[in-house]
């Protein structure tokens, strides 16, 4: 997550967007512009998204590559609304989290891989739908890089160039997303898909966390991901195990 100073960075500039209710949504210009632009390295180029919600008593860390288009919209309109309405400070924060992170069809995806490694049981939730709305206070959602990145316009997918080849990058993963990790102690990581499992495993590799506490080579749910499914079959019952391994140890 951002530190608090990002948004009071941009504060003003989320002011200044026109709110979008309904089924009404920003473009692309409205967000991927100068005004919410960070930093670029090696072609890629990152833009903030207000994501600043912290949750250290989580029992689960999800941690996706980096929140894409559909996520950055919906956290912004997220923002810009709750503030017109009176939302201020951590509340904000909160709302922001539940309505942006894992937002799209790939949520279907991602409670129905959950569900079935038994992770609602884990939390003691009906179903790990409950973990963007009554069950929110039990998940810490998080990107390797939760600045919003495109490549060309388009959404960065981890490669061409290398995530942890890219120096920007690389410094984002064992600063920002360690120091954000080693503050959740009780939680589980999930990496979701294989370049988030790869920036786990670095910061593994740096022993700046520990190997028990993540579920490497967990699949990304987006549909996109043709071997997904075959994927998940293959490894769930050492995924529960690793739950059920974790939950005696905490």
């Not at 884990?122 to 739908?129: A, I, M, N, P, T």
């Not at 959404?155 to 954000?180: C, D, F, H, I, S």
């Not at 967990?218 to 549909?223: E, I, N």
Request: aromatic fraction near 10%; charge should be positive.
């Amino acid at each position: 997550m951002l530190p608090r100073k990002y948004f009071d960075r941009f504060e003003r500039y989320l002011l200044a967007l026109p709110p979008k209710t309904g089924n009404r949504k920003y473009a692309k210009r409205d967000l991927i512009n100068q005004r919410f632009h960070l930093f670029s390295d090696r072609g890629v180029d990152a833009y903030y998204v207000p994501f600043h919600h912290t949750n250290p008593q989580a029992a689960v860390a999800l941690v996706g590559l980096t929140p894409g288009w559909t996520q950055m919209e919906e956290a912004f309109r997220a923002a810009t609304n709750g503030i017109r309405q009176g939302i201020k400070g951590g509340a904000l924060f909160r709302h922001i989290d539940s309505s942006g992170s894992f937002a799209g069809p790939m949520r279907k995806n991602l409670v129905q891989m959950l569900n079935g490694i038994g992770l609602d049981e884990f939390l003691g939730v009906k179903s790990c739908d409950d973990l963007f709305d009554s069950g929110h206070a039990l998940v810490h959602f998080t990107s390797v890089v939760s600045a919003a990145l495109f490549k060309d316009g388009r959404n960065y997918g981890g490669r061409g160039p290398p995530l942890l080849m890219v120096p920007k990058l690389q410094n984002w993963v064992t600063t920002n997303l360690a120091k954000e990790l080693a503050s959740l102690p009780r939680a589980i990581i999930i990496p979701l898909g294989m370049i988030a499992g790869e920036a786990v495993q670095y910061l593994r590799s740096r022993n700046q966390i520990k190997a028990d506490r993540c579920l490497e080579g967990f699949p990304h749910p987006s549909g996109a991901n043709g071997h997904r499914k075959k994927h998940f079959e293959l490894r769930k019952r050492h995924w529960r195990k690793q739950l059920v391994d974790w939950r005696a140890r905490i």
